[in-house]
């Protein structure tokens, strides 16, 4: 078995990785933000984006392909004709060209960015060949900035998208029909106008499906990260919390030898001076024995809970009789009163935490206070309740009980109330703390009665 000061070593060691780490984590809080949620999202929307691209070309294909027939048999000025024409066959064929090059490399925001933004500006030219805001290419101007915002939310390239729109808009307002491009026969232009819409609806529906499908991709993977990380986090509290009760287990037996060697020594000192001065060092070896106690008792894990039956009014009174002695140093009347009820529980462990609740009570009053423990039935709980009379905690420090090193006495280290809260947690139950200034303190721990129906403890 590892000696104490090996077992030191290995707490050193493994505290000072985890100051490391943590002061890692705390300076590289914007790294862990983007690596958890903003690069998954970015990964996602160029993989979707990447697809969106890759098949518009079959899509925009087909509704540009479309367009030409009507126009072609259609009434349309030989010049609108073959501007229109133009303008389709250089925006399908840029698409093709641009789905074969990401075919190659990888698709960035910015190339995404640019590509709706050029394609918008293509449907605006084909808008403004084809008579201006009556031209039935307008539907295809809303699933660029669709996407877009899809795609980008509300970051920056979003509002460049619509801005641009707007501009669009404006323009095919303010010059209406050109003189060589008028409107469009009614009959091209309910043809036209159908595949446009057509078209935009299936790029939309490729578009914003596609990102909704990789948001909760998004959300599946930080659900698996978050989980990841909570059995890492609890897996080194563990470790931690097992090395430092054995620790603790270990400097406690050379505790115990040197408390007993020194009142050994004590019996055979004639100078009451050095009698004085021994019994001083066994109250400060008993001192650190309670605090090693008190943390070996709060590190202890839930299975080695051991349920039975406990009558808690009996274990009450075994803990005024512990508190026998210390309540008559300092002249404080401990009561004990209430209901005859047994619950299914560890009893040493529910003995420790109500032992630890009454001594933090005694140790706050002044002479002459005196300490209440009750016991009853609240609906289908039992309610243990410690209540002393003394000068009361402050708000802030009532919110604060239950910290490590939080205590209303001076130089107390918080690890009875610490204990408490353990054990009542670890029975399925609460603990809560009552107080103001001036008007005591009373801790209530309420227990499920566990095992079958609440019974009363028999007579």
Do not use: C
């Amino acid at each position: 078995m590892p000696t104490p000061h090996e077992f030191l070593a290995q707490f050193r060691t493994l505290a000072l990785s985890e100051n490391r780490q943590l002061s890692a984590r705390r300076q590289s809080t914007s790294v862990v933000r983007m690596s958890s949620f903003e690069v998954l999202q970015s990964r996602e929307r160029l993989r979707v984006g990447q697809r969106f691209l890759r098949l518009r070309p079959r899509i925009a294909g087909l509704g540009a392909l479309g367009n030409a027939l009507v126009l072609q048999n259609s009434p349309v000025p030989a010049l609108q004709k073959a501007a229109l024409g133009l303008v389709f066959a250089t925006a399908i064929a840029s698409f093709f060209a641009e789905a074969w090059w990401l075919g190659r490399r990888p698709l960035t925001e910015r190339w995404l960015l640019n590509s709706l933004g050029l394609t918008l500006a293509a449907l605006g030219a084909g808008a403004l060949l084809s008579g201006g805001l009556t031209s039935p290419i307008l539907p295809l101007l809303f699933a660029p900035v669709v996407v877009g915002f899809a795609a980008f939310a509300r970051a920056r390239p979003s509002w460049l998208l619509l801005g641009e729109a707007l501009v669009m808009f404006s323009v095919l307002g303010l010059l209406g029909p050109l003189g060589a491009f008028p409107e469009l026969p009614t009959t091209a232009l309910r043809g036209m106008l159908w595949l446009s819409a057509t078209a935009s609806l299936a790029l939309l529906a490729l578009g914003v499906i596609g990102l909704v499908d990789a948001h909760a991709r998004i959300a599946a993977e930080l659900d698996r990260l978050r989980t990841d990380m909570l059995q890492e986090a609890e897996h080194r509290a563990a470790s931690v919390e097992h090395l430092g009760a054995q620790v603790a287990h270990e400097v406690k037996n050379p505790l115990a030898a040197a408390r007993g060697l020194v009142q050994l020594v004590e019996r055979h000192v004639e100078s009451e001076r050095d009698k004085q001065r021994l019994a001083v060092v066994v109250t400060e070896v008993d001192r650190a024995l309670a605090v090693l106690q008190d943390y070996l008792s709060f590190a202890r894990p839930l299975s080695d809970l051991k349920l039975g039956a406990v009558p808690l009014l009996a274990l009450l009174e075994d803990v005024a009789g512990v508190l026998e002695a210390r309540a008559h140093d300092k002249g404080v009347t401990v009561r004990i009163s209430g209901e005859k009820l047994e619950i299914f529980a560890d009893r040493q462990r529910l003995r420790d935490a109500v032992l630890n609740l009454a001594l933090n009570a005694i140790t706050a009053l002044p002479r002459g206070g005196k300490v209440e423990l009750n016991v009853a039935r609240i609906q289908a709980r039992a309610r243990l309740t410690i209540t002393d009379d003394g000068p009361g905690i402050s708000a802030e420090l009532l919110e604060r009980l239950g910290q490590p090193f939080t205590s209303a006495t001076e130089g107390g280290t918080g690890l009875g109330v610490m204990l408490a809260e353990s054990v009542t947690r670890q029975h399925g139950g609460e603990l809560r703390f009552e107080s103001a200034p001036g008007q005591g303190v009373r801790a209530l721990i309420e227990l499920p009665f566990g095992g079958a129906e609440p019974r009363a403890e028999a007579s």
